[in-house]
């Protein structure tokens, strides 16, 4: 047995797998020059043609299937590449170069792509230069079929194994059988990259960004993935192996145990029901919130939507995401965050700068009102989706009325726009607010007047209350939940949301916490916002609490 | 042979969707339809081409068709140019 490797990378899906590797790594076909002879043309040109009848009925089976399986996103990219199929200038370069030139016909479709992949590498749009992605997937499909390699990737999985890649990209999920896909260990990625979302979605351990490590491991190795430490072991010892044999029953276990409280309400033992909600950064996260027992999408964040991009998305892009969202919650409402952007949330594009304290900077709502144009972008996207479900606006990082009434009036504008289009938009769609500025808090009584709910975000409302940072080691021993300045903001906006009859929820990562949700209800939030994951867990803690006893608790707590 | 001079108008430009509209529509037609940005000719029958034209908003293009169907090819093309490709 070849010596053990260890990997440690970002434990982006929880759960442990153990099993056979299979390692992935694709290489770019690059097929050698061969002259044909006269006689050959005909034979290569069939083979060519042959080999678009074949991808486009490969390609028209995958879109269905996609479709089928409510991914419309993915169902659409690879709808894109049917053009590239049936495209005549692409045929036509391949056509002379195996009649004139004389070549092969792996080698005409490889000279033809990377002539047009060279004309658009020039232009100086990245939304045209992200189609050279789609001109690669098809020219290697188009070559697999001549030169009948196939890939990898296509005829992969034959039995359970642990996918080792150095990345995974949608042409690859969308061919994968997620059956057979015990688990996920990539070299490249963060959380919030699409093996890691794939993942989550689909409940597969993963741990990606380890780095370069594929060229050390081979197909049919032990592997044991941690989703929960980020480690990677290759041949295991036994050891590790009873270690992981009794982690992964345990694992099922607390999930099952936790499946059981997946359809029954989140009602304390006095009878008193609460709010579960999901919070996700991308469409295709809502299906796991549905899958955890959620009642509705508590936060989308939209700046995910414009995160790693070169420019910012538009509204037809943003308008297909949100409503992809309210599709998949079919009917239960949806909460999407505006642009969020500053703060530790840097996007390239977006021209904020490096500021001195970006915390207190030019961020959220703030430079949303000051973009208009790119805002009114954002709010006519979301006022076109709301046609299709229980959309609710919520504005960030707002400090008092004014940043309110001026959202508000875009919003409107953006409304009367689409009217003056013939657009329709639901009407009376609600609206709020992030409390996560003290001084909104202070004055929740008065923005309450102008909006329909409250949620309270906790992880700026306690670093801006108590001054400090909890990513500075030398201070994060002030950032403190419990704080009683904390507990009496929170109070204060609950008992405001109350008296004025707005709802109140929370958002931050405190909603998510099963060991605090007495402090919650005792405080009064009546909704909670969390990744799905958790879900279960609060709505455990719930249903063993009584809601007058912790009020009764949290009132002495803040004397 | 007829021709037609038109400009850009939505937001993006001539991106994915509204490239594959002009070429779904340009396929129904027998006539060669061509896009001329100064110095390059695009197929407007053809995905890759008529996306390498690179033509953000306000770019001034030269449509023109000839053949049988010349005449309602270029007025339909024209027309999805007009109408912001259904976007803004």
Sequence with gaps: ?559 | MVNHKVTVLNQMGLHTRPVKEIVKTAGGFRSEILIKRETKTANAKSFVSTIALGAARGTELLLTAEGEDEEQALREIVELFENKFGED
């Design chain 1, 1 to 559: 047995m070849i010596q053990a490797h260890q990997l440690k990378g970002i434990p982006a899906s929880p759960g442990f797998a153990v099993g056979p590797a299979v390692v992935l790594v694709i290489r770019e076909r690059r097929p050698v020059k061969r002259m044909i002879g006269e006689n050959e043309i005909p034979y290569e040109w069939n083979k060519f043609q042959a080999a678009l009848d074949q991808a486009r009925l490969e390609l028209s089976e995958l879109v269905r299937r996609l479709e089928e399986g409510g991914n419309a996103e993915q169902a659409s990219i690879m709808e894109g590449q049917l053009y590239l199929i049936d495209d005549p200038e692409i045929v036509q370069g391949v056509s002379d170069r195996i009649q004139n030139e004389r070549v092969s016909a792996d080698f005409a479709v490889y000279e033809t792509f990377g002539e047009v992949v060279k004309t658009l590498a020039l232009i100086e749009d990245e939304y045209i230069r992200e189609r050279i992605a789609d001109l690669q997937d098809v020219k290697n499909r188009l070559l697999e079929q001549i030169t009948g390699e196939t890939d990898k990737a296509a005829a992969l999985l034959t039995r359970p194994s642990i996918l080792l890649a150095h990345d995974i990209t949608p042409s690859m999920t969308a061919q994968l059988n997620k059956e057979l896909v015990m688990g996920f260990v990539t070299e490249v990625g963060s959380r919030t990259s699409h093996t890691s979302i794939m993942a989550r979605t689909f409940g597969i351990p993963a741990v990606v960004g380890c780095g370069e490590f594929l060229a050390g491991w081979s197909d049919g190795e032990t592997v044991i993935v941690d989703g929960e430490t980020g480690e990677v072991f290759q041949n295991p010892s036994e050891q590790q192996l009873a270690e992981y044999a009794k982690k992964q029953e345990a694992y099922a276990r607390s999930k099952e145990e936790l499946q059981a409280f997946k359809d029954i309400p989140a009602e304390t033992i006095d009878g008193k029901r609460f709010g579960m909600y999901g919070n996700i950064g991308t469409p295709a996260e809502a299906a796991a919130v549905l899958e955890s027992g959620g009642e509705g999408i508590g936060l989308f964040r939209s700046e995910f939507l414009f995160m790693d991009r070169a420019a910012m998305p538009s509204e037809e892009e943003q308008y297909a995401a949100y409503r992809a969202v309210l599709e998949t919650m079919s009917g239960k409402p949806v909460i999407v965050r505006t642009l969020d952007v500053g703060g530790d949330k840097e996007i390239p594009y977006l021209p904020i700068g490096s500021e001195f304290n970006p915390f207190l900077g030019w961020r959220a709502i703030r430079y949303c009102l000051s973009d208009t144009a790119l805002f009114k972008v954002q709010l006519r996207a979301l006022l076109r989706a709301s046609a299709h479900g229980d959309l609710r606006i919520m504005f960030p990082m707002i400090s008092g009325e004014q940043e309110i009434l001026d959202a508000k009036r875009l919003l409107d504008e953006a409304r009367s726009e689409l009217e003056a289009e013939g657009i329709a938009a639901a009407a009376g769609m609600p609206i709020g607010i992030m409390i996560e500025v003290p001084s909104a808090a202070l004055v929740s009584d008065r923005l309450a007047r102008h909006v329909d709910f409250f949620s309270i975000g906790t992880n700026d409302l306690i670093q801006y209350t108590l001054a400090a940072d909890r990513m500075n080691e030398k201070v994060s021993y002030l950032y403190d939940s419990q704080h009683l300045a904390v507990l009496r903001l929170i109070r204060m906006v609950c008992e405001n949301a109350r008296k004025f009859n707005v709802h109140v929820g929370m958002c931050g990562e405190m909603a998510g916490d099963p060991q605090l949700v007495e402090i919650l209800i005792g405080l009064g939030v009546e909704e909670f916002s969390m990744s799905a994951e958790q879900i279960p867990l609060v709505k455990k803690s719930v249903r063993s609490l009584s809601e007058e006893a912790a009020r009764i608790r949290m009132t002495q707590t803040l004397e």
